[in-house]
Each structure stands twice: as C-alpha cells, then as structure tokens.
C-alpha cells in the first residue's frame, strides 16, 4: 500500500552487526515497537549476516540489504542470497541493491571499471533471471559486465518466491530514473535533505514513472532521514558534523553538494577524506550545512521537519549521523529516535 495524502509512512530501522545477544534485542525489540522493517548496511563486509540473525528471532519483521553494493559481487552470489534469505525469513525479504561510489566499489572492493547505472540495471536483470530460473535450468546471461553460460549449473531448490522484491538506492536523477523503470522500490540517500526530496526526486519519480508507463502504487519509496533529537541542539550539530565531512568529502558527490550551495565546503573536506581523515575536517561543516542535512533538536522539531514526507514516502528509516559518535551517543540518539518518532 502507498502513502496517501493523510497518512504516515510506514517506519523501518536500521541492524548493526553487533554481538549476537544485542543483535536479537534489537531485533526483537523493533518487532515490538510496531517496526515494519529492518535493514542491515553494506560499508564494509556483507549485508546478509545480521538480517539472518534477526530472521530467526522474529516473525513478522521485513528484512531488507539496505544496501548491498552490487559491483562487490557477482549477480550469481547476489542472487543465491537473495534466495537464501528470503528462505530462511519466510519470505520476509527484499533485496536493496545500490551501486556506492567509485572510489569504494573499486577502489576498496576492486571492482573493473563500469558506469554505475548502467553495471546496476544489469546486476537487477541478471538476479532476477537466475532467481526466476536456476532451480529450472538458466539460459545464458550475455550482458556488458556479467556473463555467464551456467552449463553446469545443476538445478537449485526452488526458491519460496521467484520473484523476490528489488529495491534500488538513488542519489540523483540518473539512479532515480533508473529506479522507476525497472524496481520495486526506490531507496532514497540519506544525504537526501527534505527539500531535495520534495523538489528534486520526488518529481523526478513521478516524470520517470510516467514515461515508463508504470503508476506511483508500481514502486515502494523508501527515505532516510538523518535525525539528531536533542534538546541541546547546539550539541546535537557538533554531534552530526563527522557525517557531514564524511559524506561531504568524496569528491564523486561534489555536484549533489553544489546543488545545495556547499561546493566550497565539499572541497575543502575532500582534503581529509582522500588522507583518510574526515574527522580532522569535521570542524569545518558549518551549522546550517548541518542543519540542510540532519533533522536537529527538540523532539517536536524532528516530527515537524520529517513530518513533510507524510503522503510522499511510503516508507521512511530514520537514522542517527552516526560516524564519529561513541557507542554511548550512539546508542543516546537510537533511543531518542525510537522515543521521538514511535509508529
């Protein structure tokens, strides 16, 4: 079911790959908040490990990569475990694919060059073929980046579905309109501000939409909001400053920062992350990029400023600008979220 004009997005949160006793708390807890979902990130090792952690402690809870960056990977394991974990949950799964930047899918995975949307459309297309199909006999895939002619391939168990929902992660237009085109789902950036979403991309989607033939109930819109709930707001921006500069620093996002005014601060935060120090620049972020970008402050500030995707996203995962943070803070803005923003 999609947002409608009076109605609230349904709320997602987001699985560390913690120790397991505190892995299944937090799972089990989200299930009895009334959380519809939880997704598990992909920075470094895969995103499948603590979902299946949660699958098996839950009952109802939807498990989502959230995401799982296509390039460090071959479709074929991609595929296998999207089939894998969409077993071992009941079918509770769906697969968040996303294409990350350069300078991570090959220069930290070791990815061969690609275009990211073009490599992503294609890594869609060839899961959907081998989940639809390898429990039959694959024909061959024949694409730009994947080839493969699975002529001995013995046939797999049948998966439990054979279409398994795909949800793709967007930045900018180009993912946006690739998103409406072919997925189930369009996950928005975090670094998505409120105004870039409600300006930018949700217009986008509707233009791609159209042209695709397809409606708005065709696709699930997923957002995440970064949110600091704070009564000391002034604390709550110090506290989000290393994920701007993080972010703020790769120089692949230099444009996105331009279109919010902040090309000369993204420059200047490039210097520490391509040393591999974005903390050394984090002073540099100025309040209101803070602000243009993380939801800061008193609880009723937070459910106004999050509140505008009411009737525009489906789905929202608030999230706490968490690089930099203490596991205490850390743990701090979880429960503030959880408390502020309670489905």
Known sequence: ???????????????????????VEMARQAEARGITGCFAAQVMGPPFLPLAVAAGVTEHLQLASGIAIAAARSPFETAMAAIDMDRISGGRFTLGLGASVRSWSQGVFGAPEHKPVAHL??????????????????????GEYYR???????????????EIPIWVAALR?????????????LIGHPMWSIEWTLE??????????????????????NIW????????????????????AFYGGVKQYESFFDAHGYLDVARKLQQGVQRGDYMSVAHLVPDEMVRTFVAVGEPEKIRERI????GLADSICIVPPAY????????????????????
């Open 121 to 142: 459309k294609e890594t869609v297309e060839a899961v959907r073929h081998i989940v639809r199909g390898a429990h039959k006999g694959l024909e061959p895939f024949e």
């Open 173 to 185: 237009a180009p993912m946006v309109r690739m998103a409406a085109r072919i997925a189930d789902g």
């Open 307 to 310: 509140g505008k995707l009411d």
């Open 200 to 221: 930018s991309m949700v217009p986008e989607l509707d233009r791609a939409l159209e042209a695709a033939g397809r409606s708005r109930e065709d696709i699930e819109v």
């Open 324 to 343: 930099g943070l203490s596991p205490e803070k850390a743990l701090f803005y979880s429960i503030a979220i959880a408390e502020t923003c309670q489905p």
């Open 148 to 162: 493969a002619d699975f002529k001995e391939l013995q046939p797999t168990a049948p998966p439990l579905r054979e």
């Open 225 to 244: 909001p970064w949110a600091a709930p704070n009564p000391n707001e002034a604390e709550a921006i110090d506290d989000a400053r290393p994920t701007i």
């Open 1 to 23: 079911m999609n947002a409608t004009e009076s109605s609230s997005p349904k709320q997602w949160s987001v699985l560390q790959p913690l120790p397991a006793p505190f892995l």
